[in-house]
């Protein structure tokens, strides 16, 4: 059984600059413990004879030649727009930066 003890628990909380209560660092600690027995008991049953993966399912890339097909004009695209500017689609200002 893999533990964090409560003062183990302060220090990482120390480390990361959080502030904790008693009562937060002693539940946390004990939540610590239940994750790492979890942990642990994976780490069992992944034995030397189970083939190591990344994705539980084999995967390929599936890849396509591009094609340039016909697009919209600067016109067309602009055409539904609410407000544009020198062929551009004009949006509000935001975090009050300089125009």
Same mark, same amino acid.
């Given at each position: 059984?893999?533990?964090?003890? !409560?003062?183990?628990? %302060?220090?990482?909380?120390?480390? &990361? !600059?959080?502030?904790?209560?008693?009562? +937060?660092?002693?539940?946390?600690?004990? +939540?610590?413990?239940?994750?790492?027995?979890?942990?642990? !008991?994976?780490?069992?049953? &992944?034995? %030397?004879?189970? /083939?190591?993966?990344?994705? *539980?399912? &084999?995967? !390929?890339?599936?890849?396509r030649p591009d094609v340039v097909v016909?697009?919209?004009? *600067?016109?067309? %695209?602009?055409?539904?727009?609410?407000?544009?500017? /020198?062929?551009?689609?004009?949006?509000?200002?935001?975090?009050? +930066? /300089?125009?």
């Amino acid at each position: 059984m893999s533990s964090l003890s !409560r003062d183990d628990v %302060a220090n990482l909380a120390r480390l &990361a !600059r959080i502030e904790m209560s008693e009562e +937060e660092l002693v539940s946390l600690a004990n +939540e610590f413990t239940v994750i790492l027995d979890a942990v642990a !008991r994976v780490q069992e049953v &992944a034995g %030397a004879d189970v /083939e190591l993966t990344s994705h *539980p399912l &084999a995967l !390929r890339n599936v890849f396509r030649p591009d094609v340039v097909v016909p697009s919209l004009t *600067p016109d067309e %695209a602009l055409s539904g727009a609410p407000a544009q500017e /020198e062929s551009r689609f004009r949006v509000p200002q935001i975090l009050g +930066e /300089e125009a």
